[in-house]
């Protein structure tokens, strides 16, 4: 079993449409969570970035831990053809220099206009 | 700032031949790594390197080295390159977490 489960979707929502991306886990000592951003054919760019349980909000984004489930979600509000992307869920139990992140392997995420 | 940059953008490659990516940061950040992503495959980390000076593997670091020539950059070679290794390759960094650069394109025939 991976560590880390996203569905790969895609997900297809209309534009203006509130979106729900989600990622399950399976080790409890993750207390780092990240949400990534990735268009066709570029890097994935950092979206994120919440230690351990709570909501943290960000414009049209919120990012939400539930360590007691071991789930983690990102709402997009008021959803935009140009968030069309591929969004990637990262975890990590440290903080420190050189951790190692555990990566899932992404949604597709279209909006249609 | 530009923050996180790799060259080249993309390579051809025959099986055997060699080639080295390169990385840079300006960030200032202690920590760098290199990663490939495959289709259906996710992220992979190959190797990273926590502080300069300092290198270690990751999960897939088979046909692969690198050098962490200072603070600012970080290289991987291919010694001799193989069809298993055509990929999309990013390399990041972090203190906190990790940005990533924009990915070299290698495709080994």
């Known amino acids: 079993q991976k560590e880390v489960e996203q569905d790969p979707g895609p997900l297809s929502v209309p534009e203006g449409a509130i979106v729900s991306l989600n990622c399950t886990y399976s080790n409890s000592a993750f207390q780092y969570f990240m949400w990534y951003r990735q268009y066709s054919r570029k890097g994935p760019e950092l979206l994120m970035y919440?230690?351990?349980?709570g909501n943290k909000e960000d414009g049209r984004f919120t990012a939400q831990v539930d360590k007691s489930s071991k789930y983690i979600s990102l709402f997009i509000r008021d959803s935009q053809p140009s968030d069309s992307a591929t969004y990637l869920c990262?975890?990590?139990?440290?903080?420190?220099?050189?951790?190692?992140?555990?990566f899932g392997k992404g949604t597709s995420l279209l909006v249609t206009p | 700032n530009a923050g996180v940059t790799q060259t080249p953008k993309f390579q051809v490659l025959k099986t055997g031949q060699s080639m080295t990516l390169q990385c840079a940061q300006d960030?200032?950040?202690?920590?760098m790594y290199w990663y490939r992503q495959d289709p259906g495959m996710g992220l992979r980390l190959i190797y990273y390197?926590?502080?300069?000076?300092?290198?270690d593997k990751g999960e897939v670091p088979n046909g692969y080295n690198v050098s962490r020539l200072n603070k600012r950059e970080f290289s991987l070679r291919l010694e001799s390159a193989a069809p298993s290794q055509t990929s999309v390759y990013f390399c990041?960094?972090?203190?906190?977490?990790?940005?990533f650069g924009p990915g070299t394109r290698l495709l080994v025939l």
């Open positions: 919440t230690y351990s349980s």
């Open positions: 990262a975890m990590s139990e440290s903080s420190n220099s050189g951790y190692a992140l555990n």
């Open positions: 990041a960094s972090s203190e906190l977490a990790q940005y």
């Open positions: 960030m200032n950040h202690n920590s």
């Open positions: 390197s926590a502080s300069e000076g300092t290198t």
